[in-house]
Structure formats: structure tokens, C-alpha cells
């Protein structure tokens, strides 16, 4: 008899197995290139994290929100103070501490929820962005009272030990980000994920069957911003290096809902498979630029391409495929596998007539 | 058709007393009372816009009444919500169908077991052995409610790609995992044929007897109605007209009148 319930498939572990192999072994062996950790691996971490702060509320739960990069703008300058004022919090906890501090603006700021929804809770949310972004260049204390604008990243310290290479600070961001991770997936799966999607789907039933609206939205919108708040966190201290509120604008947080989007709503490893497509794609289409037409096309008109064609992409995946690229790379392994099932099928045809 | 029944119809469980809802000047229900005893399958019939599924709406606390209570397990509830009236273990289907879409038929009955899941989101990030007990005995549940619908074969299938009919019987499984006393069935029988029909009755009578749940179902089909129910309410014009067993309302003449007319 196969067992009724078990939280990870043998699938499940494979793939958590071969991912942690690329990431812990192959990737430090092979990528030798300062470039590729501080420009694309630890931001694609840093925003694949937000994104999965921003699937919780808008993929899983269903509600528009549009603030991402203020919880982040959050973290991170919680994160800066945390370290600052208190020492003794360690790396590791002030980094949590941020993420709760987030996570407070995030029930703050995720009560419209309860009684506006889509393109108007969108618009209300957009407040938290404004706001934090606000209060952060209005009072100076949060930036400890510094004049010029852009304040430096204090050294990751971690037990003593300083991270400051490329590859210590990928290290960190993979290590927060493969928790965090197993922890989305963990509620996404079991009774909390239920209670998103059905506040999703469809709030009055979910309601008489006992699901609590006020308690479901408000706790998404704070796991997502602490989510958002962690990843800003990281996004400061081991990619920016610095920290200024222009870093966090409503661009970011655009960006983060296009991760989410053209990965798939409602979906993890969308999230992973969206911010990795928005971060590597113009660093594609400048590769194509130089090297295909040497320079011949300004580089000014290669992002507004760029533009364009994200544009055009949302679009189209909301047309034609609405769970995303998530759901595209599903379909790609399910035909590979009918493709490999219907030639193993031919082989044994093929020596079973042989042999006759 | 007399048969011993495991569960005795007993006292009135839920009580309507004087309902009045209006839409600003629509009357859609006027002071209505009607009760419904424990372990019955009470049914309410009526010609369209008769303000039936109004009244569920008002039993349930989507629908805030103007005027009258609700009193359910002998306690008059002052401030009803959906919420409050499922954990004091009173539960519904909907008319227009209204099931998790991009669910899966297991979550969606999964779903029903919220009140039996304890667990906060911390606990099941963290993934502790108690979490798992309670969703293996969750599912187990589930399944069982699946098994007895027989809609095994479709339950990892997402709701929204079923037909109408098994979406129905999903509903209801749904309705069921929440172990109510009570549940309320707005048309489950709508828009089936005779064979779906005659299922949905099974199994709706089957549930009545074998796990003693009151069933409280909205029906236009007045055969089926008076086939399986044991006492029937009717209402016309937001008003009751007739309220009795299946016989003493198809001989009222007020019953014959609103659904056959009546010659002016």
C-alpha cells in the first residue's frame, strides 16, 4: 500500500539533492569569475527571496499587493541599525530580527486587505512603499544621522569569522535562502498554503468552512514581508554593499512583481525560475549587443529593448500560459519523460522482434 | 418505506425566529419562522425568488438581517458570522458553486478540515512530528469522505476542470470534512440529471443516517424533495405558506396555489 501522506516525495529530495550538489559544489568549482557571484548569483538569490515573499501574498493568497521593495528598504535599514546598536544580536539574529520588523510593517500595511481588494488594494499597498522609503529619509537616525546619502554596509561577521569574499557572501545568501525556501515550501504544501489558496479561490467559502479571513491575509502579507524584509537585508549587505533608499524604489518592487509573474503565480520555484530570467536576460541581450553587432546598437536602446520586451513577454504569458514559467518547465519535463517512456517502449518492440 | 433509524429525529436544533431581510426596498424575506430538529433532513422549497437561499445566507451570517434570530443548539447568537456558525459546527454548500478553483479535489476537502487543524504556520513551516499527525489523520479523513463519495479516481485532479455535477459531490465532500452537525445544501440537486439526482439523494439520506447529520437542502425539484425529506417549509414571497411533512404540504391549497397560479 503507498503511504496515504508524506511531506517530501522521493522526487522531492532529488531534486532538493541535485540542487544543493549545483549549488554548494558545482557552482564553486567551475565559476571562478568574481563577476558572476557579486552581479548575478547573490542578487538572484536576494530577489528570488523577495519573490517568494511576494508569491506568499499575491500568488498563494491572491491579494494585489505592490510594496515589496519597501519591506525590503525595511529590512535592510533595520538590518543597518540592528548591527549598529546592538552587537550582540549576531549576524544571524539581526538578520531575523529585521525580517520581524518587516514583518510588523507587513500587518501594518497588509489591513486594507480586509476590506478593499485588487487594482484598489494594489494602490493602498503602494503606500507601504512610499512611506518606509519616506520615513527612512525623514528621520536621520535610521541612517545614523549621515550626510551623504549613500551609507557603507557594515562587514558580515558571522561567529567571529568575517564573510566578505564573493564566494562567503554567496555562501551566506544560498544558506539563508535554501532555509527560507524549505520553509515556504513547508507552509505552501501543508494546512497554511490550504488556507492562502482557498482565501484566493474563494473567500466566502473559505470562510464558512472556518478559514478566518482577517488572520489569513494579515498573516501572508507578514510572512511575505519578512520575506521581502530578510532579502532586503541580504540585497544591502552582500550585493549593494551600501545602503540608500533609492535602491528600494517602486522599480524594485516592479521588478519583483514581474519575477512573480513570469514565474508563475503561486508556485516556488517560479519564483526562482522568474527572478533568474529578469536578472540574466538584459545581461543576454547586452552579450547579443557587443558581440553579435559590436556595439553597432547604443546601449541606451538595448535596455529600452529590454523594456519592451518584458513587456511583451507579460503579455503573452498572460494570454497564453498564466501560471507562468513554472508551468512551461512542468510541461518541458512531462513531455521529456512521455518522449523517453514511448522510446523505451520502441527499443523493447524492436528486440522483442529481433528475437522472434 | 418505514425503517428503524439510527438516529432518532430529536429537538429543534436550529431556530429561525422572525426574519426580516430587505435590500433597500426589496423585501426578500418577511418575518419568517421555522425550526429544524436534530438528525431531519428538512427541506426548503419555493418558487424563484422566494428568498430561499436568502435564508441560508441568514442562518449562515453572510446576510445580515434587519430583523428576527437565529438560534442554533439552543443558544441565540447575537453577532452571526460564516465564521463563528462553522465552529459551533454548522456547515454549507452554495448555490453558484463555490469551490477552490485551482485546488486539487483533496485540498479542497482538506480545506473542510480547518477546524480540526490546530497547528499554527510556524509549526508547519518547521514541519514537527504533531503536524504531521494531525495532517496524516486529516487526510485519512479526507480520503475516507472521498471513498465514500466514490470520487477517487478525481481527486488530484484541480476542481475548476471538473463537470458540473461531480463539482457538486465535491461541495458536499467538502461540507462533510468539517464533521458539522448540521449542513446546509443550497440546490445540491441543480442543474443534474435523474441519475445524478438520484446519486446526490443517496448519498445526502446516507449521510443523514449513518453519521446522523441534520441536513437542511434548498431543492426546486419538489419530487425529489418530497421523496426524501421529512419535513418541508415552503416559502413564497419571502413569506412561509406552508411548513409540514411532504404530505400536509402537498395537499396545502397556499402551496398549490404559488406553484400551479391561481386564477384571478
Given at each position: 500500500?503507498?503511504p496515504?501522506?508524506?511531506?517530501?516525495?522521493?522526487?522531492?529530495l532529488?531534486?532538493?539533492a541535485?540542487?544543493?550538489?549545483?549549488?554548494?559544489?558545482?557552482?564553486?568549482?567551475?565559476?571562478?569569475t568574481?563577476?558572476?557571484?557579486?552581479?548575478?548569483?547573490i542578487p538572484?538569490?536576494?530577489?528570488?527571496?523577495?519573490?517568494?515573499?511576494?508569491?506568499?501574498?499575491?500568488?498563494?493568497?491572491?491579494?494585489?499587493?505592490?510594496?515589496a521593495?519597501?519591506?525590503?528598504?525595511?529590512?535592510?535599514?533595520?538590518?543597518?541599525?540592528l548591527?549598529?546598536?546592538?552587537p550582540?544580536?549576531?549576524?544571524?539574529?539581526?538578520?531575523?530580527?529585521?525580517?520581524?520588523?518587516?514583518?510588523?510593517?507587513?500587518?501594518?500595511?497588509?489591513?486594507?486587505?480586509?476590506?478593499?481588494?485588487?487594482?484598489?488594494?494594489?494602490?493602498?499597498?503602494?503606500?507601504?512603499?512610499?512611506?518606509?522609503?519616506w520615513?527612512?529619509?525623514?528621520?536621520?537616525?535610521?541612517?545614523?544621522?549621515?550626510?551623504?546619502?549613500?551609507i557603507?554596509?557594515?562587514d558580515?561577521?558571522?561567529?567571529?569569522?568575517?564573510?566578505?569574499?564573493?564566494l562567503?557572501?554567496?555562501?551566506?545568501?544560498?544558506?539563508?535562502?535554501?532555509?527560507?525556501?524549505?520553509?515556504?515550501?513547508?507552509?505552501?504544501?501543508?494546512?497554511?498554503?490550504?488556507?492562502?489558496?482557498?482565501?484566493?479561490?474563494?473567500?466566502i467559502?473559505?470562510?464558512?468552512?472556518?478559514?478566518?479571513?482577517?488572520?489569513?491575509?494579515?498573516?501572508?502579507?507578514?510572512?511575505?514581508?519578512?520575506?521581502c524584509?530578510?532579502a532586503?537585508?541580504?540585497?544591502?549587505?552582500?550585493y549593494?554593499?551600501?545602503?540608500?533608499?533609492?535602491?528600494?524604489?517602486?522599480?524594485?518592487?516592479?521588478?519583483?512583481?514581474?519575477?512573480?509573474?513570469?514565474?508563475?503565480?503561486g508556485?516556488?520555484?517560479?519564483?526562482?525560475?522568474?527572478?533568474?530570467?529578469?536578472?540574466?536576460?538584459?545581461?543576454?541581450?547586452?552579450?547579443?549587443?557587443?558581440?553579435?553587432?559590436?556595439?553597432?546598437?547604443?546601449?541606451?536602446?538595448?535596455?529600452?529593448?529590454?523594456?519592451?520586451?518584458?513587456?511583451?513577454?507579460?503579455?503573452?504569458?498572460?494570454?497564453?500560459?498564466?501560471?507562468?514559467?513554472?508551468?512551461?518547465?512542468?510541461?518541458?519535463?512531462?513531455?521529456?519523460?512521455?518522449?523517453?517512456?514511448?522510446?523505451?517502449?520502441?527499443?523493447?518492440?524492436?528486440?522483442?522482434?529481433?528475437?522472434? | 418505506?418505514?425503517?428503524?433509524?439510527?438516529?432518532?429525529?430529536?429537538k429543534?436544533?436550529?431556530?429561525?425566529?422572525?426574519?426580516?431581510?430587505?435590500?433597500?426596498?426589496?423585501?426578500?424575506?418577511?418575518?419568517?419562522?421555522?425550526n429544524?430538529?436534530?438528525?431531519?433532513?428538512?427541506?426548503?422549497?419555493?418558487?424563484?425568488?422566494?428568498?430561499k437561499?436568502?435564508?441560508?445566507?441568514?442562518?449562515?451570517?453572510?446576510?445580515?438581517?434587519?430583523?428576527?434570530?437565529?438560534?442554533f443548539?439552543?443558544?441565540?447568537?447575537?453577532?452571526?458570522?460564516?465564521?463563528?456558525?462553522?465552529?459551533?459546527?454548522?456547515?454549507?454548500?452554495?448555490?453558484?458553486?463555490?469551490?477552490?478553483?485551482?485546488?486539487?479535489?483533496?485540498?479542497?476537502?482538506?480545506?473542510g478540515?480547518?477546524?480540526?487543524?490546530k497547528?499554527?504556520?510556524?509549526?508547519?513551516?518547521?514541519?514537527?512530528?504533531k503536524?504531521?499527525?494531525?495532517?496524516?489523520?486529516?487526510?485519512?479523513?479526507?480520503?475516507?469522505?472521498?471513498?465514500?463519495?466514490?470520487?477517487?479516481?478525481?481527486?488530484?485532479?484541480?476542481?475548476?476542470?471538473?463537470p458540473?455535477g461531480?463539482?457538486?459531490?465535491?461541495?458536499?465532500?467538502?461540507?462533510?470534512?468539517?464533521?458539522?452537525?448540521?449542513?446546509?445544501?443550497?440546490?445540491?440537486?441543480?442543474?443534474?440529471?435523474?441519475e445524478?439526482?438520484?446519486?446526490?439523494?443517496?448519498f445526502?439520506?446516507?449521510?443523514?443516517?449513518?453519521?446522523?447529520?441534520?441536513?437542511?437542502?434548498?431543492?426546486?425539484?419538489?419530487?425529489?424533495?418530497?421523496?426524501?425529506?421529512?419535513?418541508?417549509?415552503?416559502l413564497?414571497?419571502?413569506?412561509?405558506?406552508?411548513?409540514?411533512?411532504?404530505?400536509?404540504?402537498?395537499?396545502?391549497?397556499?402551496?398549490?396555489?404559488?406553484?400551479?397560479?391561481?386564477?384571478?
Open positions: 500500500m503507498k496515504v501522506f508524506m511531506t517530501y516525495t522521493k522526487k522531492d532529488i531534486n532538493l541535485v540542487c544543493m550538489v549545483l549549488s554548494v559544489l558545482v557552482i564553486p568549482t567551475f565559476i571562478t568574481e563577476y558572476w557571484y557579486t552581479s548575478i548569483l538572484w538569490l536576494c530577489l528570488a527571496l523577495a519573490t517568494i515573499g511576494q508569491q506568499v501574498v499575491m500568488g498563494y493568497t491572491g491579494q494585489l499587493a505592490l510594496g521593495a519597501g519591506f525590503m528598504a525595511a529590512g535592510a535599514f533595520a538590518m543597518f541599525n548591527i549598529l546598536r546592538v550582540d544580536l549576531g549576524f544571524v539574529g539581526s538578520l531575523i530580527v529585521s525580517g520581524l520588523i518587516a514583518a510588523a510593517f507587513g500587518i501594518l500595511f497588509g489591513l486594507p486587505s480586509l476590506k478593499v481588494r485588487g487594482i484598489y488594494l494594489m494602490v493602498a499597498t503602494l503606500a507601504s512603499q512610499f512611506f518606509i522609503i520615513m527612512i529619509d525623514k528621520f536621520g537616525w535610521f541612517k545614523n544621522y549621515d550626510s551623504s546619502g549613500i557603507t554596509a557594515q558580515i561577521v558571522i561567529l567571529g569569522k568575517p564573510f566578505t569574499t564573493p562567503a557572501m554567496y555562501f551566506v545568501c544560498l544558506a539563508v535562502t535554501t532555509v527560507l525556501t524549505l520553509l515556504a515550501m513547508n507552509m505552501a504544501r501543508g494546512s497554511t498554503g490550504r488556507n492562502w489558496m482557498a482565501v484566493r479561490d474563494m473567500d467559502a473559505a470562510e464558512s468552512m472556518g478559514v478566518s479571513l482577517l488572520k489569513t491575509k494579515v498573516q501572508a502579507f507578514a510572512i511575505s514581508a519578512f520575506y524584509g530578510v532586503g537585508a541580504l540585497f544591502a549587505f552582500c549593494l554593499k551600501s545602503l540608500e533608499p533609492v535602491a528600494f524604489d517602486i522599480k524594485l518592487s516592479f521588478k519583483i512583481l514581474f519575477m512573480c509573474i513570469l514565474g508563475g503565480l508556485t516556488i520555484n517560479g519564483a526562482f525560475i522568474g527572478a533568474a530570467f529578469i536578472l540574466l536576460f538584459p545581461v543576454l541581450l547586452n552579450a547579443i549587443g557587443n558581440n553579435v553587432f559590436h556595439g553597432a546598437i547604443d546601449a541606451t536602446i538595448i535596455s529600452s529593448i529590454e523594456q519592451v520586451i518584458f513587456g511583451g513577454l507579460m503579455i503573452i504569458f498572460m494570454i497564453y500560459e498564466p501560471l507562468g514559467m513554472a508551468k512551461l518547465w512542468e510541461n518541458l519535463k512531462q513531455k521529456l519523460s512521455l518522449k523517453l517512456q514511448s522510446s523505451n517502449v520502441k527499443n523493447l518492440k524492436s528486440s522483442l522482434s529481433k528475437k522472434s | 418505506m418505514e425503517y428503524e433509524r439510527k438516529f432518532k429525529i430529536g429543534p436544533i436550529l431556530e429561525v425566529n422572525n426574519i426580516s431581510l430587505s435590500f433597500g426596498g426589496v423585501k426578500a424575506i418577511t418575518d419568517t419562522s421555522f429544524v430538529l436534530e438528525h431531519e433532513v428538512r427541506a426548503i422549497i419555493g418558487p424563484n425568488g422566494a428568498g437561499s436568502s435564508m441560508l445566507n441568514c442562518i449562515n451570517g453572510i446576510y445580515k438581517p434587519q430583523q428576527g434570530t437565529v438560534s443548539k439552543g443558544k441565540q447568537i447575537p453577532d452571526i458570522t460564516p465564521n463563528i456558525m462553522a465552529q459551533m459546527g454548522l456547515s454549507r454548500t452554495f448555490q453558484n458553486l463555490a469551490l477552490f478553483k485551482r485546488m486539487s479535489v483533496l485540498d479542497n476537502i482538506l480545506v478540515r480547518k477546524l480540526h487543524t497547528t499554527n504556520f510556524l509549526e508547519v513551516a518547521l514541519q514537527l512530528p503536524v504531521k499527525k494531525e495532517e496524516k489523520l486529516n487526510r485519512d479523513r479526507s480520503e475516507e469522505i472521498i471513498s465514500f463519495l466514490e470520487i477517487e479516481d478525481i481527486k488530484d485532479t484541480p476542481v475548476g476542470k471538473l458540473y461531480l463539482q457538486k459531490k465535491v461541495e458536499l465532500g467538502r461540507a462533510l470534512a468539517t464533521d458539522s452537525t448540521i449542513i446546509l445544501l443550497d440546490e445540491p440537486m441543480a442543474g443534474m440529471n435523474v445524478e439526482k438520484r446519486d446526490m439523494c443517496r445526502i439520506l446516507k449521510v443523514n443516517d449513518e453519521l446522523g447529520t441534520t441536513m437542511v437542502l434548498i431543492e426546486h425539484d419538489m419530487g425529489v424533495v418530497m421523496d426524501i425529506s421529512d419535513r418541508v417549509v415552503v413564497d414571497y419571502g413569506k412561509v405558506i406552508g411548513d409540514g411533512t411532504p404530505d400536509e404540504v402537498r395537499s396545502n391549497q397556499k402551496v398549490i396555489d404559488a406553484y400551479l397560479g391561481v386564477e384571478h
